[in-house]
């Protein structure tokens, strides 16, 4: 453990109260409705969030950003109006199979699958084609609403850094571990996650802005490399 005489459960809650102190709640995910958050979930694989709102613009402005109207979009059209995102031929194949999933399971209604349980929800979405983990605990987490934690990219490098977690560990692991130390709260759930992708964008890049890191106290990491 990097902080002596702290408990793991304690140093998981302190970093998040670290970033929290730093940059303030980030009220995540960007979405007017829950169906707006599963499509971006999708969208922003492989891809930046600026890309994603340029596509998420593109499918408002087309009056189709509902399931209803979105079904109803050919798969052509579909590709072109989310072509900022990137990989369009594939993501709209993918949409088009969340939107199946979606009048199957719960009759086009994001906010249904809340009933339920939480990992036959998961396994379900996990059977959906192009869905992986880390975007079916975004669609869980951040438009069902359910407590589960998102495991990214960022998660691996900052707690891999603070000497928590071996970066090569595996998805699911990962996850557990955060919610093994951690109450499962959506609100906070949402927002550890948040802070994590803010704090490995601007500070804890690949190469690390170390100066005014909150959690340079912790870190393993020497400074700046």
């Known amino acids: 453990m990097r902080v002596e005489g702290v408990t793991r459960r304690n140093v998981f809650e302190e970093v998040y109260e670290r970033l929290f102190e730093a940059r303030g709640h980030q009220h ?26 340029k596509a998420i613009s593109n499918l408002k402005k087309a009056s189709c950003l509902s399931p209803d109207a979105l079904s109803a979009v050919p798969i052509e059209q579909l590709a072109m109006l989310i072509k900022p ?29 809340s009933s339920m349980p939480l990992a036959e929800l998961r ?71 948040a802070q994590i992708v803010i704090h490995g964008k601007e500070q804890c890049r690949k190469k690390p802005a170390c100066e005014g890191c909150p959690l340079l106290y912790m870190c393993t990491m020497p400074k700046g490399r």
């Open 123 to 193: 396994q379900s979405l996990l059977s959906v084609s192009g869905i992986g983990r880390e975007t079916a605990d975004s669609i869980i987490l951040y438009a069902v609403g359910k407590p589960i934690f998102v495991v990214d990219a960022y998660t691996r490098r900052i707690f891999s850094r603070l000497g928590l977690l071996n970066e090569s560990m595996d998805y699911d692991e990962i996850r557990a571990l955060f919610e093994s130390n951690l109450k499962p709260d959506v609100e906070l759930f949402k927002d550890y996650h």
């Open 28 to 53: 995540w995910w960007p979405g007017e409705t829950p169906f707006e958050v599963a499509v971006g979930a999708v969208l922003t694989q492989n891809t930046a969030w600026k890309n994603v709102e």
């Open 85 to 113: 995102a990137g990989y369009y031929n594939i993501k709209a194949k993918r949409l088009k199979a969340l939107l199946d999933f979606l009048f199957l399971k719960a009759g086009g209604d994001v906010s249904s699958l």
